[in-house]
């Protein structure tokens, strides 16, 4: 069974900084594209970032130069490093895995971010 888990939420004042994991188990990694998505209250969710299984990454447009997405396959392990955080920021951050026919969700992690 595939599962996903987040850590790394928090309160942070705007400016500050965070780092989001999200540990997977169940599948094989390494081969699955892997992204994270947020959604803030009253809004749909968005894709933040997203990196294939080669390491290539993209991003929405208002977090570019802030937000960085990596991952290591040897602890399965895909991060969201935050840094500039804003106040529009704020929201549940999500880590899927591109799974087919249906990808995985994990259940979020809150991120609040104060001016």
């Known amino acids: 069974q595939v599962q996903l888990v987040e850590s790394g939420g928090g309160s942070v004042q705007a400016g500050g900084s965070l780092r989001l994991s999200c540990a997977a188990s169940?599948?094989?990694?390494?081969?699955?594209?892997m992204a994270w998505y947020r959604q803030a209250a009253g809004k749909q969710r968005e894709l933040v970032a997203r990196i294939t299984s080669g390491g290539s990454t993209n991003y929405v447009d208002s977090v570019k130069g802030r937000f960085t997405i990596s991952r290591d396959n040897a602890k399965n392990t895909v991060y969201l490093q935050m840094n500039s955080l804003k106040p529009e920021d704020t929201a549940v951050y999500y880590c899927n895995a591109d799974l087919r026919p249906a990808g995985v969700w994990g259940r979020g992690t809150q991120v609040t971010v104060s001016s």
């Open positions: 169940g599948m094989i990694f390494s081969v699955i594209p």
